[in-house]
């Protein structure tokens, strides 16, 4: 498009905007073609891991009940993406893993970013986020989170206590059944694995 007289354009690909991510200086929007319609998934996944996103409703864990979710506030940054925090020394190192965390002050106000490892260090927590936000966490910001799920059925018995809404399929075979050659130790004879 010539932007001096708009009347001059040329349209040289049809598609649509996909997913759109924004960082510090810049945004990065995808264009998809027309053929990534074949591309999306259908019906179920037969994966060992769940299918549902935590807290949806088919999974059923309610993310507000105060044993997933708690509140700190950032004691000192680390680097760009890691800082300790206070107020949530009662949880158990790795409880918020892959779980979302909400800044309620600070630059980064209303924001939400996921979690990529939450530890513990001498009583204070310490976490490191997915990315880094678009602006730097400073000493004081308060922030909400919640507790994360790996997708795999012995979190959720163990973690959460619901195995009845697991949304996978735990027992499919893996790669190394599909790899599997023949061979003569007699233990082929079609019976359980």
């Known amino acids: 498009m010539n932007w001096a007289n708009p009347a001059q354009r040329v349209l040289m690909r049809r598609g649509a905007i996909g997913q759109i991510r924004r960082g ?12 990534h ?11 060992a891991t ?41 949880f158990a190192p790795g409880w918020f893993r892959f779980g979302t965390l909400t800044w309620t002050t600070g630059p980064n106000a209303g924001r939400r970013a996921e979690v990529l490892a939450h530890d513990r260090s001498d009583g204070v927590a310490v976490f490191t986020l997915l990315e880094a936000p678009i602006r730097p966490i400073t000493s004081g910001d308060r922030f ?8 795999r059925i012995a979190t959720c018995a163990q973690k959460f206590g619901n ?10 075979p893996g790669q190394d059944t599909i790899l599997r050659y023949a061979s003569q130790d007699g233990g082929h004879d079609g019976g359980v694995l």
């Open 24 to 35: 510090r200086h810049a945004f990065v929007a995808e264009i998809r073609s027309m053929s």
């Open 37 to 47: 319609i074949l591309g999306q998934t259908v019906g179920r996944t037969f994966q």
């Open 50 to 90: 769940c299918d549902a996103a935590l807290g949806d409703a088919r999974c059923g864990v309610d993310l507000d009940d105060p044993t997933y979710q708690g509140s700190g506030t950032v004691i000192d940054g680390l680097r760009d993406r890691a800082f300790t925090a206070s107020g949530l020394g009662g």
């Open 144 to 151: 909400t989170i919640r507790a994360g799920c790996d997708k």
């Open 163 to 172: 195995v009845a809404n697991f949304r996978g399929f735990p027992h499919i």
